[in-house]
Each structure stands twice: as structure tokens, then as C-alpha cells.
């Protein structure tokens, strides 16, 4: 029996012991989740979510590109999100590996160059960072501000904010300077 054998018989027993689904197509909770395919991650779990309430989006690093963009610009704009969380997490597969590297792989598996890009990184809060900031630069978006980053550490289970500046928090920040205040730093928590 093939692992997508054993999937499929879990999913007989599991569907004939469910009632009938009402669920609306539109998240209860109006968010789109953003993480990584990483198989330690149970999303539902770890941020208390039950079915219907969020959408969830998972790529490899949890990271945005052209492709989430594009899914969050339909849940946006055809479902009703209006808020984009982001979980990255510590111990990630893309931190393991680089570009460079894994495109040399698979062009010598497949001779034939990725035409995607890769995305691996090494400074995590970094990356989440960079992450929040394609989300607000997206014209694509009805809410690119309502986007929040976190990364969840997968020993402890718990989620770590990281605060990007955004529009709101620039303007204060030049307002302050303006009136001579000695600025705060926002950084990675």
C-alpha cells in the first residue's frame, strides 16, 4: 500500500463518520494565513483555528511570491479577507540549503535551469520582514497594510511578532523627528 493509498482509506473512515458541511466559502475570521509546507506545522493548531475560519497558503520557506500574491489577491478581493498573518518558523528546510545550490541540482537532474526562483534564506526575522514588505507593496491587494509576520518556534510552539514598519509607523516616526524626538526603534521581538 502507497502512502496515498493509506491517505485515501483514512479519508473513508474519517468522511463517513462526518456530518453533512454548511461551511461558506468566505473565512468566518476574514484572514489569510501565509506559512511554510513544512509537515511539523499544523496551522489549525498552533493558531487555534477551526475549519472555515481562514484561508491557508503553504509553499516551501512560507514565502511570498508571485503565486501567493495571486491567491491572496482573489481571497482579498473575491472572498472577503482582509487581514494577511505570516508564520515562517524556526529550524526551516530553506535555511539548510542555498540557491545557488539547489538550482545547480536540479539543472543537473533535469538538464534544464528552474525558471522559478529558489528563495532559501538565513536571517529568518529578515525574511519575514521581507515578506510583510512584498505583501504591502502588492497593488494586487485591497489590504496590503493588514498584514502582520510572525515565526513560530517549533520546540516551544510559540509565535514571535516581527514588526515591520509600515506606513502609519513611518509617518509617526518622521512626525516625531520633526518635533525632535529621539526616534524608537522597531525591530524583531
Not at 526575522?125 to 498584514?147: G, H, I
Request: hydrophobic fraction near 40%; charge should be negative.
Amino acid at each position: 500500500m502507497t502512502a496515498t493509498d493509506d491517505l485515501v482509506e483514512r479519508n473513508r473512515t474519517w468522511s463517513a463518520a462526518q456530518a453533512p458541511s454548511d461551511l461558506p466559502i468566505q473565512p468566518r475570521l476574514h484572514v489569510a494565513v501565509v506559512t511554510c509546507m513544512d509537515s511539523r506545522l499544523d496551522l489549525f493548531d498552533v493558531l487555534g483555528l477551526a475549519p472555515g475560519e481562514a484561508h491557508v497558503l503553504r509553499n516551501a520557506g512560507g514565502i511570498v511570491t508571485d503565486d501567493v500574491v495571486r491567491s491572496l489577491a482573489i481571497s482579498q478581493r473575491k472572498l472577503g479577507t482582509r487581514e494577511v498573518v505570516l508564520v515562517h518558523h524556526t529550524d526551516c528546510g530553506m535555511q539548510k540549503i542555498t540557491d545557488d545550490g539547489f538550482r545547480a541540482e536540479l539543472q543537473a537532474a533535469s538538464g534544464v535551469a528552474p525558471s522559478f526562483a529558489i528563495e532559501t534564506f538565513t536571517d529568518l526575522e529578515e525574511d519575514v520582514a521581507q515578506s510583510v514588505r512584498r505583501v504591502r507593496r502588492s497593488a494586487f491587494l485591497l489590504y496590503p497594510e493588514a498584514v502582520r509576520g510572525f515565526v513560530h518556534d517549533v520546540a516551544s510552539h510559540e509565535l514571535r511578532e516581527v514588526v515591520v514598519p509600515g506606513r502609519a509607523e513611518r509617518r509617526e516616526r518622521d512626525l516625531d523627528r520633526e518635533r525632535g524626538v529621539s526616534p524608537v526603534r522597531l525591530a524583531a521581538s
